[in-house]
């Protein structure tokens, strides 16, 4: 019923820059929290970044200042600009929505995308 579609990844250099996108359709009344989690192999998955409908935004530890989410109050479409890259950002990367949906406000939902892969490798 809600759905969310990746896009960006890809093989990169160290140092290099990547942009994600999530982009969120169906039957979505509003999305207050967008956050994007990577998963390495053998790892648990972990938040990298999230923003809210409000476009307040919180980092992992890990990737302040190198990394930078954004998008419009509805959060239909949701950007990670990747900077700095390094060896340990390798991951595959999914994007997760919550929200309610049109049809029922107090119908909260929790949606995630299908991952994207991010290798940053010489």
């Known amino acids: 019923q809600v759905q969310l579609v990746e896009s960006g990844g890809g093989l990169v250099q160290p140092g290099g820059s990547l942009r994600l996108s999530c982009v969120a359709s169906?039957?979505?009344?509003?999305?207050?929290?967008l956050g994007w989690y990577r998963q390495a192999p053998g790892k648990q998955r972990e938040l990298v970044a999230q923003?809210?409908?409000?476009?307040?935004?919180n980092y992992a530890d890990s990737v302040k200042g190198r990394f930078s989410i954004s998008g419009d109050n509805a959060l239909n479409t949701v950007y990670l600009q990747m900077n700095s890259l390094k060896p340990e950002d390798t991951a595959a990367y999914y994007c997760r929505a919550d929200g309610v949906e049109i049809t029922n406000h107090a119908a909260h939902f929790t949606s995630w995308g299908q991952g994207t892969q991010v290798t940053v490798s010489s």
């Open positions: 169906g039957n979505i009344f509003k999305i207050y929290t």
């Open positions: 923003i809210t409908s409000d476009e307040n935004t």
